[in-house]
């Protein structure tokens, strides 16, 4: 199981960009999918993006095409979500997910996640 630490959250204007950061540890990085996922306050956790183990196919939710870019380094061990033209509706506690080889947009289809990081878009 893959140990998961999230960083780089914070509070932003509307309008303004973060980029928010997945480290992690205890396994051969380069054999697991990530994927993003959010909940804001009284709202479902929603899938946010994803990319493939290799970094090749990356998948957006459409509220966020074209805003948002997941990216990563399998020689850092990290994943990034770099988010910009932020807004309001952003706001929510940010996770990753890694699953070996893995594809979905459902929480369930991974077997390690994160402890969240906070994003907060002001209006």
């Known amino acids: 199981q893959v140990h998961l630490v999230e960083s780089g959250g914070g509070l932003v204007q509307t309008g303004g960009s973060l980029n928010v950061s997945c480290a992690a540890s205890g396994v051969a990085f380069n054999q697991y999918s990530v994927a993003w996922f959010r909940q804001g306050a009284g709202k479902e956790r929603e899938f946010v993006a994803f990319?493939?183990?290799?970094?090749?196919?990356?998948v957006y939710t459409e509220s966020v095409q074209g805003r948002f870019t997941i990216s990563r380094d399998n020689v850092q061990n990290t994943a990034t979500l770099q988010m910009t033209s932020l807004k309001p509706e952003d706001t929510a506690l940010y996770y990753c997910?890694?699953?070996?080889?893995?594809?979905?947009?459902?929480?369930?289809?991974?077997?390690?996640w994160g402890q969240g990081t906070q994003v907060t878009v002001s209006s």
């Open positions: 990319i493939n183990w290799a970094g090749s196919r990356t």
């Open positions: 997910a890694a699953e070996q080889y893995g594809y979905g947009r459902e929480w369930e289809d991974y077997g390690s």
